[in-house]
């Protein structure tokens, strides 16, 4: 693996950690100014205080105990300048909006990168819920 992939995932597994931690503010850091994020439910944040901001709020409630574990990444450049990260994650302890435990949950999120000021940023963000049972067609 390429220095700069390395570069690339330890922001992914930073993703992992500041959320573990519930340190919001180091999550927000892991994002570009600008940057864009849509979450499993189709919340569309616009620039990185949103998304820091989204994210401070659940994780005061919904998110609080939660750990989330990234499984595997992948990483690709399409340009040198920019790389596409995605991975599978799984998600442990969160809680419905009334406080019920729920079930672990499965997803992969994609996450786009870019250089800026220096290292590499989060300047888009997508979570999908991988949903059991889900069938595509052969190829």
Not at 55 to 60: D, L, M, Y
Not at 68 to 92: C, D, G, N, Y
Not at 106 to 135: M, P
Request: glycine share 8%.
């Amino acid at each position: 693996m390429s220095q700069v992939a390395e570069q690339v995932i330890a922001v992914v597994s930073a993703f992992s950690e500041t959320w573990n931690r519930h340190d919001m503010a180091a999550f927000g850091g892991l994002f570009a100014a600008d940057a864009e994020f849509v979450n499993v439910v189709g919340l569309w944040w616009k620039g990185k205080a949103a998304i820091q901001g989204a994210h401070e709020f659940t994780h005061a409630s919904m998110f609080k105990n939660s750990q989330l574990t990234i499984l595997e990444t992948e990483v690709r450049f399409p340009v040198p300048e920019i790389a596409i990260a995605r991975s599978k994650w799984l998600l442990e302890g969160h809680v419905s909006p009334d406080g019920g435990a729920l079930a672990a949950r499965n997803g992969i999120l994609v996450n786009v990168l870019a250089q800026r000021e220096g290292a590499w940023k989060i300047v888009d963000s997508q979570n999908t819920d991988i949903v059991e049972g889900a069938v595509s067609r052969p190829q």
